[in-house]
C-alpha cells in the first residue's frame, strides 16, 4: 500500500550524554544521562512501529551513542529487522564488543566527527587526545572492513581548514565527506558569533566545489543547511528540499518526536510515552510547515525565486533557529550566485 507520507530515514538521539564538552554541540550534551531518557525497549518499540510504517534506515545518534547501555542491543534488533542502520559518533573509544558488532551486522557507515587538523579539531572538541583517537579509531573501523565516513561542522573558527581535512580524507582513504553548517542550537547558541557571515558561506560554498572536483572519487556532501544547488556543484544530486516529517524524523532521547532532530528550538509534534509513533506520524495535521506548505509563508527573495517549489524555504531546522519561523533560511547556495540576495547573516 502506497502511504501519503513514506518514512524512510529516522535519527535517533540514543542518549544526551556525552564525554566531550564541545565547543558548537547542537545540543548541549552533558556527561550524565537525564533519568528520564528512554528505555533500550521502549526504542525497540519505536524501532518495530517504524518497522510496520516501511523504514529504511535508522541511524543512532546522541550526544554519545556508544555511552547508551544497551546500544547493542538497539543495533541488533534494528538489524533483525532487515533495516539499514547507521551511527554518528565522535569517535573517542569503541569498545571491542562493540566493533565486534558492527563487523557483524555491518553498518551503512559510522560518521566520525572531524572539525579540522589536530590543533584545531582538539580546541573545538575540548579533549587534547580526539583528533588522535578519531584517526586511531578510523584506522581500526577500515581494518576490520567497517564503513566509515567523517562529519565537519563548519563555522568562522574552521571553515578555512577544509582543504587540510581534504588531505585527512585523501590520507586515510576515507569514501565520504558530509560538510554541514553550525546553526545556533544547543551550546551553539551561546556562540552565535562564530556563525559563518554571508561572505564566508559563499567562500565555503566554492571551496567545498572545488574539492569536490579535485577529490571524486570522494562522496562529498554539502548537508541540507546549505539549501539548493544543482546536482554536482556541493553534493550529487540535486536537493528536493527539505525532507522533515515527509519522509524523515527524528526523536530525542526523552521520546520528543521531530521532523529532525535539530529543531530543538521549536515545539516537538508530540512524545512517544503520550502517543504511539505510528499515531504521531500518521497524523496529517502535524509536521505542518512541510505537510501544508504555503508559498507565502517564505521570505520575500524565496517568494521570487525560481526554485521555491523544489527548495521551499530552505532547511527548517536553521530556519526556526536563526529567525524563529520556518521556511526562512538564512543560508542559500543558490542566494550566493544570484544578484539582489541578502547581505549579511
Not at 551561546?190 to 562522496?219: D, G, T, Y
Request: hydrophobic share 35%; proline share 3%; glycine share 8%.
Amino acid at each position: 500500500m502506497r502511504r501519503k507520507y513514506p518514512l524512510k530515514v529516522a535519527v535517533l538521539e540514543t542518549t544526551n550524554r556525552c564525554n566531550f564538552n564541545c565547543l558548537i554541540c547542537g545540543s548541549d550534551s552533558q556527561n550524565r544521562a537525564n533519568p528520564n531518557e528512554l528505555s533500550v525497549q521502549e526504542w525497540c518499540s519505536v524501532i518495530d512501529e517504524m518497522y510496520d510504517l516501511g523504514i529504511e534506515k535508522v541511524f543512532f545518534s546522541g550526544g554519545e551513542p556508544t555511552l547508551k547501555h544497551g546500544i547493542g542491543n538497539m543495533i541488533e534488533f534494528t538489524a533483525d529487522l532487515d533495516i539499514k542502520w547507521g551511527m554518528v559518533s565522535n569517535g573517542l573509544y569503541f569498545a571491542p564488543d562493540l566493533l565486534n558488532l558492527f563487523q557483524e551486522r555491518k553498518p551503512v557507515a559510522i560518521g566520525l566527527s572531524v572539525d579540522g587538523p589536530l590543533e584545531v579539531h582538539n580546541v573545538l572538541r575540548r579533549h587534547t587526545n580526539s583528533f588522535q583517537m578519531v584517526a586511531e579509531n578510523i584506522q581500526e573501523l577500515q581494518k576490520r572492513d567497517i564503513p566509515c565516513s567523517i562529519i565537519t561542522t563548519i563555522h568562522k573558527l574552521n571553515y578555512g581548514e577544509l582543504f587540510k581535512i581534504a588531505e585527512f580524507v585523501l590520507k586515510n582513504k576515507i569514501y565520504g565527506w558530509q560538510i554541514q553548517l553550525a546553526m545556533p542550537f544547543g551550546r551553539m547558541k551561546q556562540n552565535q558569533e562564530l556563525l559563518l557571515s554571508e561572505k564566508e558561506f559563499r567562500e565555503a560554498c566554492l571551496v567545498v566545489e572545488r574539492i569536490r572536483k579535485i577529490l571524486p572519487e570522494v562522496n562529498i556532501a554539502a548537508a541540507d543547511c546549505f539549501a539548493w544547488a544543482p546536482a554536482n556543484t556541493i553534493r550529487d544530486g540535486r536537493w528536493e528540499g527539505c525532507s522533515a516529517g515527509l519522509e524523515s524524523v527524528g526523536v530525542d532521547a526523552l521520546g520528543n518526536v521531530r521532523g529532525c532532530l535539530s529543531m530543538t528550538e521549536c515545539k516537538p509534534e508530540g512524545n512517544i510515552r503520550q502517543r504511539s509513533f505510528t499515531d504521531i506520524w500518521q497524523d496529517e495535521k502535524l509536521f505542518s510547515y512541510n505537510r501544508c506548505f504555503d508559498l507565502k509563508n517564505t521570505s520575500p527573495f524565496c517568494q521570487a525565486c525560481s526554485k521555491v517549489m523544489m527548495c521551499k524555504g530552505g532547511c527548517n531546522s536553521q530556519s526556526y533557529s536563526m529567525t524563529g519561523q520556518f521556511q526562512q533560511g538564512v543560508y542559500c547556495w543558490h542566494k550566493t550566485r544570484t544578484k539582489g540576495g541578502k547581505k549579511g547573516v
